[in-house]
């Protein structure tokens, strides 16, 4: 196999914005999704045809069931990095 031959893949992804909630359990919630701070931030960043990447699995759940959008992560790192986007 030569390098011609082969296909790299690489994503960039950006920080747009970090906030720190002190009850993370009033923010996103499986039972009743996600609040509206926390969903007014997502929707100023997300735009049709990227892709979420949060810190946790049942936050990838919760938010594309909530919210109709694409989520990826749930094993991206630190906990530090719950929400960001990649185009």
Known sequence: MTC????ISCQVVWLKEFKTFKD????????TGVDSKLSKM??????????????KPEYKTIIEMNMGIRCDGGDVG???????FST
């Not at 011609?4 to 296909?7: G, P, V, Y």
Request: proline residues 3%; positive net charge; glycine residues 6%.
């Open 4 to 7: 011609s031959s082969l296909i």
């Open 24 to 31: 993370k359990s009033s923010a996103i919630r499986l039972d």
């Open 42 to 55: 997502i929707m100023k960043w997300c735009r049709r045809g990227q892709t979420l990447v949060v810190g």
């Open 78 to 84: 630190p906990q530090e990095y719950h929400a960001y």
